[in-house]
């Protein structure tokens, strides 16, 4: 590698300058350095040196093009004003549910305090079997006959067999009902004319249908009536709007907790037939097999399920215990 060296920068005033500066010279000469740059090598003073030498210096932020951060604010803009808009979508269905919730309870406030009342007597233990209301209970509780003597003591036996003959009398309603003990429901049983069923006018027939749940259950028409062969179909109510003048909307809102083995009573001209319930089951208001006379005699109860709705159909099925 060839070597260069440097000369000193003096000019003919240092040359003939005074003894102290002959040795300044001398001693600067005498502290070259060498450095290396490439395939040359140069011979430096000190402080020539430090300032040839590689300066390893902080490196300078690079700036962002105005365009790139006009880029990122709107970006960033644009991210706050999404969130904003999911927030307040989520906002909407809050408050709309919230609204939804409170008016379907006001709607259906008769059959779900029915089904609170339930819950808190079977929480208290105080579940009654008793197939009449608590109306009729406390008529029968009440009712004295007029213009009746009470019969005279008779301690003999024979004497007693005398006044009081044997009696083998069935009380029925004078009206068609169904009794179901489990849910302490006693109630009519209305009949619907099969005119508009023999004609396929269903708007008509399903017009008749809620004009008859105002005044009882229905027995559907076309179905087979106790004590014939076939499938017995009555359908009642759960639930319905608050402003129908109607007594008997939610009848059927405890029909759920009915179980297999619980008995169903249903008065038909003055009979009575006794059932068995065996199955029940939640179907699709599309599923009419339901209403099918075919198999064996049955009692089919219908109500909509959830309460307060009609998105599906509760059905409870009985067998009949008397032929």
Known sequence: MPEYRLPDKQDDSEKTSSGAGKELSHDRDAQKIPVHDGNITFHIGD??????????????????????????????????????????????IAVTAVVFTVLFFIINFDSYSRLFMSKLDQLRGQVSN??????????????????????????NEQGTKKQIPDLNLSIAPPDDRIIIPRIGQNVPIVRVPTDKLIQRDWSALEKQIQEALRYGVV??????????????????HSSYFPWDPGRFKDVFALLHQVDIGDEVVVYHDQQKYDYIVYDKKVVKPSQ??????????????????????DLNRLIVLAKPTTS
Request: with cysteine.
């Open 130 to 155: 008793n197939p009449y209301t608590q109306e009729q209970i406390q008529i029968l509780k009440t009712a004295s006959p007029e213009g009746q003597k009470p019969l005279p003591i008779i301690s």
């Open 219 to 236: 027995h559907f028409p076309g179905t087979a009536y106790p004590g014939d062969h076939g499938n017995v179909v009555i359908t009642g």
């Open 288 to 309: 009419v097999d339901v209403l099918t006379q075919e198999g064996e005699d049955r009692l089919t109860l219908i109500t909509c399920t959830p309460v307060g709705t």
């Open 47 to 92: 402080k020539e040196a430090a300032s040839a030498l590689p300066q390893h210096a902080a490196p300078a932020p690079v700036k962002k093009p105005p365009a790139q951060t006009a880029l990122s604010k709107a970006g960033l803009l644009s991210r706050l004003h999404l969130s904003a808009r999911v927030w307040h979508l989520l906002e909407f």
